[in-house]
């Protein structure tokens, strides 16, 4: 009996893949903070040890660069040579 996928009883309610309002809100404000406060980030990573400052920049990478997804990779074997296909 239920609802197909994509479908529902509030007709007034938000769309389909709208992002939250209070989500793009919390990313305005923290790019604003790290707009702000950039010289004393640089300044604060500096004073790291090299191990440390490698381990702050890719936390913050999270934030910033999309993360990758790994993908199946087939292996077809032809006359002793691998032949190895990306689909992406």
Same mark, same amino acid.
């Given at each position: *009996?239920?609802?197909? %996928?994509?479908?529902?009883?509030? =007709?007034?309610?938000? %769309?389909?893949?709208? %992002?939250?309002?209070?989500?793009?809100? *919390?990313?305005?404000?923290? @790019?604003? =903070?790290?707009?702000?406060?950039?010289? @004393? *980030? +640089?300044?604060?990573?500096?004073?790291?040890?090299?191990?440390?400052?490698?381990?702050?920049?890719?936390?913050? !990478?999270?934030?910033? =660069?999309?993360?990758? @997804?790994?993908?199946? !990779?087939?292996?077809? +074997?032809?006359?002793? +040579?691998?032949?190895?296909?990306?689909? +992406?």
């Amino acid at each position: *009996m239920g609802l197909k %996928k994509g479908q529902c009883n509030n =007709l007034s309610g938000r %769309k389909i893949g709208s %992002k939250n309002r209070n989500t793009n809100e *919390m990313k305005t404000a923290f @790019q604003n =903070l790290l707009d702000t406060n950039i010289s @004393q *980030m +640089e300044s604060d990573l500096k004073k790291l040890t090299p191990k440390d400052r490698i381990n702050v920049l890719l936390k913050l !990478a999270d934030f910033i =660069l999309p993360k990758i @997804q790994s993908t199946p !990779a087939e292996n077809l +074997e032809t006359d002793n +040579e691998i032949i190895i296909r990306i689909v +992406e």
